[in-house]
């Protein structure tokens, strides 16, 4: 990972103003990218795979993808560098500490592609107001998240959470590729393992809305049933439904 030109880390880094990846923040343009074009995260990226392929599919735009496990994000990062993609980054860190390496308004978007739900505890999950709170800090006012899942139970919260805090709805399906002639931006690319839960006849989720910055959050209290099957990389198991 170190010898990647692409690939920043900071896993457990002192995040202090010394630091030089944490100087990148608001100067991700002029010290990497070199152009003044937007810049969008994806969290919790993995292999890369969906960064690498949004990169190629929208080069005016530019792509980070952000995960803790640098040994999944190798592989994304390789690609890039072997067909010589000048809009995709890595920044290897964890996502709480995510407003550490941006500056305000420095990002315009933020994907969020098959995260783990974390049905244990809002505060991990990646679509609480705890981290609206924090990417508010770093994305436009009215920047959009997407939210692309398997997962009943993040899909759920997560409309709530929109719909409580008057965020504006861009796109909402519970059934991603059961829709016709709408979301193909959404469509257009699918991981190696979205494409296995397809297979195993899940259907996906795909939310997305604006991020309008906001003073005051509400977060859910309402009931979820929770997900009833094992997903990968998730260890926990409903005990009903089976």
């Not at 989720?205 to 991020?211: A, G, I």
């Amino acid at each position: 990972m170190e010898t990647f030109h692409n690939v920043f880390q900071c896993a457990a880094c002192e995040l202090n103003a010394d630091n030089a990846v944490v100087q990148m923040a608001g100067r991700w343009h002029e010290r990497y990218f070199h152009n003044d074009n937007p810049i969008v995260l994806e969290l919790g990226c993995g292999r890369g795979e969906y960064t690498v392929g949004l990169a190629k599919r929208y080069p005016e735009k530019n792509f980070i993808g952000v995960d803790i496990k640098g040994a999944r994000m190798w592989a994304g990062a390789k690609q890039a560098e072997q067909e010589g993609l000048t809009n995709v980054a890595f920044l290897r860190t964890n996502i709480e500490n995510i407003i550490s390496f941006f500056s305000a308004d420095e990002i315009g978007e933020i994907w969020l592609t098959f995260c783990d739900p974390q049905m244990k505890k809002a505060t991990k999950r990646l679509t609480s107001t705890y981290f609206m709170a924090r990417y508010q800090q770093i994305v436009r006012d009215g920047g959009v998240i997407h939210l692309k899942t398997d997962s009943p139970f993040l899909y759920t919260y997560t409309r709530e959470m929109v719909r409580i805090n008057g965020y504006k709805v861009l796109a909402d399906t519970a059934d991603l590729y059961g829709t016709d002639g709408q979301y193909d931006d959404a469509k257009a690319l699918r991981t190696h393992y979205e494409q296995q839960w397809l297979d195993r006849g899940m259907s996906i989720k795909y939310l997305s809305w604006e991020l309008a910055h906001k003073e005051g959050f509400e977060e859910p209290e309402i009931e979820i049933e929770k997900d009833n099957y094992r997903s990968y990389g998730r260890n926990y198991v409903s005990t009903t439904n089976h």
